[in-house]
Antibody, heavy 115, light 107 residues
Framework: EVQLLESGGGLVQPGGSLRLSCVVS????????MTWVRQAPGKGLEWVSSISSSGTGTYYADSVKGRFTISRDTSRNTLYLQMNSLRAEDTAVYFC????????WGQGTLVTVSS | DIQMTQSPSSLSASVGDRVTITCRASQVISNYLAWYQQKPGKVPKLLIY???TLQSGVPSRFSGSGSGTDFTLTISSLQPEDVATYYC?????????FGGGTTVEIK
């Protein structure tokens, strides 16, 4: 059974950092591209970042480029999103997702950026 | 970057009605188009990928069509459980942009 479980969300002050983790099971990270999608309260879906199945390609939305870093540890079956220089507009539920046309989603982890 | 424009932003229809949602890409994306359904408080669900391929387990009243820049999601007979927001997404190359969403309600 495919499962994705995010963690690491929470309340952080503007300018702060957080690292989100997504532990996957039922498939291997080397077989699929992986994606982070976020959804601000009451708003639509926003693609944040993706990493290729080989791990060599990483891609970012302009809104997070230079501040966020996507990575993975295949030995731990874990996808990461390092978020630095956080802003109020980064407040959202962050979903870990499998593939580019996302067929499996995690439950999401809430990131709140506020003083 | 390619923009994805959905219309309408919301609609209200009766049970049994045929419902059509459109998604337009600002440049050609071939058939790299997915549709998702998100019910209130829930995680999005993949309905259709490759513009017209129904994801396993999705009811056959959902269908997708189009290629290039213009795409359509159709619900052939609207059911109460279809109340949700629907999103299109391009996935041919980054950025994997989502449309703004279409909220479907029952009249």
């Amino acid at each position: 059974e495919v499962q994705l479980l995010e963690s690491g969300g929470g309340l952080v002050q503007p300018g702060g950092s957080l690292r989100l983790s997504c532990v996957v099971s039922g498939f291997t990270l080397t077989s699929y591209a992986m994606t982070w999608v976020r959804q601000a309260p009451g708003k639509g879906l926003e693609w944040v970042s993706s990493i290729s199945s080989s791990g060599t390609g990483t891609y970012y939305a302009d809104s997070v480029k230079g501040r966020f870093t996507i990575s993975r540890d295949t030995s731990r079956n874990t996808l990461y999103l390092q978020m630095n220089s956080l802003r109020a507009e980064d407040t959202a539920v962050y979903f870990c997702a499998r593939a580019a046309a996302v067929d499996y989603w995690g439950q999401g982890t809430l990131v709140t950026v506020s003083s | 970057d390619i923009q994805m424009t959905q219309s309408p932003s919301s609609l209200s229809a009766s049970v049994g009605d045929r419902v059509t949602i459109t998604c337009r890409a600002s440049q050609v994306i071939s058939n790299y188009l997915a549709w998702y359904q998100q019910k209130p408080g829930k995680v999005p669900k993949l309905l259709i990928y490759a513009a017209s391929t129904l994801q396993s387990g999705v009811p056959s009243r959902f269908s997708g069509s189009g290629s290039g820049t213009d795409f359509t999601l159709t619900i052939s007979s609207l059911q109460p459980e279809d109340v949700a927001t629907y999103y299109c997404q391009k996935y041919n190359s980054a950025p994997l942009t989502f449309g703004g969403g279409t909220t479907v309600e029952i009249k």
